[in-house]
T-cell receptor, first 113, second 114 residues
Framework: DAGITQSPRYKITETGRQVTLMCHQT?????MFWYRQDLGHGLRLIYY???????DKGEVPDGYVVSRSKTENFPLTLESATRSQTSVYFC????????????FGPGTRLTVL | DAKTTQPNSMESNEEEPVHLPCNHS???????IHWYRQLPSQGPEYVIH???SNVNNRMASLAIAEDRKSSTLILHRATLRDAAVYYC???????????????FGKGTKLSVKP
């Protein structure tokens, strides 16, 4: 019963390279989110998805691409990585209900050199 | 979503109660007050939420001011494992979509001393 897994957990890449961060949920939650967290700051929303094949931009979408062909997967791609994209990336799902609770993955620490 | 204001940091002694304040003077009538916490090197996790009445669960209690312009998260007996950043977040609880987004501020970093 893993819940949300993210891979890789750590990644070092170089400026200009394409990088894909994976997010997988073992539930069937409709909504999924990608956040980034920079040192000393709260989390900021990059993209979210309401269901398979439905995605929308969040607060800081520039330089990122998402897709969601299956409910359980929500990959985030950095098309051409920049140093400013060095951050910790969190994937989350949302269970609609009285709590509207979000469940977060363990995060991926990405360093762009 | 309305803005919240929290102290940057607080300290507590182990096994003592901790009161984490949050001001939200521009809260609207449909905004729920959510608290999440983020343990070191982990993603945030839900703690508690409420609308008007005080709420209790196994993790904490939430005390909401009568005018709803402030609230307090109460940890009844802090443990070392409660050391984390605590986020107070307001959001409309009607449905998901962009409304499902949690807008995180910087939160309060709670340190617990043995």
């Amino acid at each position: 019963d893993a819940g949300i897994t993210q891979s890789p957990r750590y990644k070092i890449t170089e400026t200009g390279r394409q990088v894909t961060l994976m997010c997988h949920q073992t539930w069937s939650h409709s909504y999924m989110f990608w956040y980034r967290q920079d040192l000393g700051h709260g989390l900021r929303l990059i993209y979210y998805s309401a269901a398979a094949d439905i995605t929308d931009k969040g607060e800081v979408p520039d330089g990122y691409v998402v897709s969601r062909s299956k409910t359980e997967n929500f990959p985030l791609t950095l098309e051409s990585a920049t140093r400013s994209q060095t951050s910790v990336y969190f994937c989350a799902t949302l269970i609609l209900g009285p709590r509207n609770e979000q469940f977060f993955g363990p995060g991926t620490r990405l360093t762009v050199l | 979503d309305a803005k919240t204001t929290q102290p940057n940091s607080m300290e507590s002694n182990e096994e003592e109660p901790v009161h984490l304040p949050c001001n939200h003077s521009t809260i609207s009538g449909t905004d729920y007050i959510h608290w999440y916490r983020q343990l070191p090197s982990q993603g945030p996790e839900y703690v508690i939420h409420g609308l008007t009445s005080n709420v209790n669960n196994r993790m904490a209690s939430l005390a909401i001011a009568e005018d709803r312009k402030s609230s307090t998260l109460i940890l009844h007996r802090a443990t070392l494992r409660d050391a984390a950043v605590y986020y107070c977040i307001l959001r409309d609880n009607d449905y998901g979509g962009s409304q499902g987004n949690l807008i995180f501020g910087k939160g309060t970093k709670l340190s617990v001393k043995p």
